[in-house]
């Protein structure tokens, strides 16, 4: 079982910075890959980056393309997310995600264990 609590969401202004972490634990994070998804009200769940278990293969939504990095710290069990130059189209409560598979690693279906979320507000 692997159960994951996301941190450092916050209250930003348009164009700054925000980390988020997504703290791991279970005998399986090592091994899955993870992944950070995005929900604003309304819509539905969008991919946002995702890592593999390795951390030698990453992608990025192109929305965020450019602006963000994920990275994971598996002595620490945690992955972060590192958003830069924030719009207002941001805001939403971001997810973490793990799971086994890696192909289809933007699809919601990939991932096995989910996060809670922490609030993301971009003002401007």
């Known amino acids: 079982q692997v159960q994951l609590v996301e941190s450092g969401g916050g209250l930003v202004q348009a164009g700054g910075s925000l980390t988020l972490s997504c703290a791991a634990s279970?005998?399986?994070?090592?091994?899955?890959?993870m992944g950070w998804f995005r929900q604003a009200p309304g819509r539905e769940r969008e991919f946002v980056a995702a890592?593999?278990?390795?951390?030698?293969?990453?992608n990025y939504a192109d929305s965020v393309k450019g602006r963000s990095t994920i990275s994971r710290d598996k002595a620490k069990k945690t992955v972060y997310l590192q958003m830069n130059n924030l719009k207002p189209e941001d805001t939403a409560v971001y997810y973490c995600?793990?799971?086994?598979?890696?192909?289809?690693?933007?699809?919601?279906?990939?991932?096995?264990?989910w996060g809670q979320g922490t609030q993301v507000t971009v003002s401007s």
């Open positions: 279970g005998r399986t994070f090592s091994n899955y890959a």
């Open positions: 890592i593999d278990w390795s951390g030698s293969t990453i």
């Open positions: 995600a793990a799971g086994p598979g890696w192909l289809m690693f933007s699809s919601k279906t990939t991932y096995e264990y």
